[in-house]
């Protein structure tokens, strides 16, 4: 199964402030007018995956917009602590309590693609050695402390960069592969 992170980051390594707020990634400084809006492979990942999985925090996040961002995905949370998904969302989302469980789950279903989203998520799965893929925009702004997307690891991860993207308002895409360690 592939496990894939895509997200956003400052250039010095941060997914959102402190206290969870991530308006800096729509700064009217990253505008740019008569160009093309950039989807930076966005909507071709939406459409690959076959879930996509977030921690409670991100969820709680997502459910803060006036929208719900994934209306054509099947969408996991893993928490031990979440007690009732809203009722307009109880055809899409579910709950696992733990990682087994949900590979468990994903297997029965037979997922080939899921997407991760979530910095602790995330920080659990690359520690588990379960990601596959990392697709990091770095937004060039410097947040100076915020909620790392990395944080502490036990060991090293080798990366292999497949390709780096430039954009016009300044974004920076990177796409790396895990190696796997013998």
């Known amino acids: 199964m592939k496990v894939t992170v895509y997200i956003a980051t400052s250039l010095d390594g ?13 700064s009217p400084e990253y505008t740019i007018e008569n160009e093309t809006d950039e989807t930076m492979g966005y909507p071709e990942l939406m459409a690959s995956i076959d ?26 949370v893993l928490s031990t602590t979440l007690d009732e998904i809203p009722e307009h969302l109880k055809e899409s989302v579910s ?4 990682i087994n469980n949900l590979f468990a789950y994903l ?6 693609h899921i997407y991760i989203d979530g910095g602790k998520l995330i920080q659990s799965f690359l520690k588990a050695g379960l990601v596959s893929e990392l697709i990091i925009t770095q937004i060039p702004v410097l947040l100076g402390s915020g909620i790392s997307l ?17 954009f016009k308002n300044s974004f920076v895409q990177s796409h ?3 190696r796997k360690t013998i």
């Open 51 to 76: 879930y996509l999985v977030m921690g409670r925090n991100s969820f709680e996040k997502v459910l803060s917009f006036p929208t719900w961002s994934y209306p054509a995905n099947k969408v996991i």
């Open 150 to 166: 990395f944080g502490d690891l036990d060991k090293d991860i080798h990366l292999k960069l497949l390709k780096s993207i430039s």
């Open 95 to 98: 709950v696992q309590s733990n």
């Open 14 to 26: 941060y997914i959102a402030r402190l206290d969870g707020d991530i308006e800096w990634l729509h």
């Open 176 to 178: 790396y592969e895990i």
């Open 107 to 112: 297997k029965s279903v037979d997922a080939k």
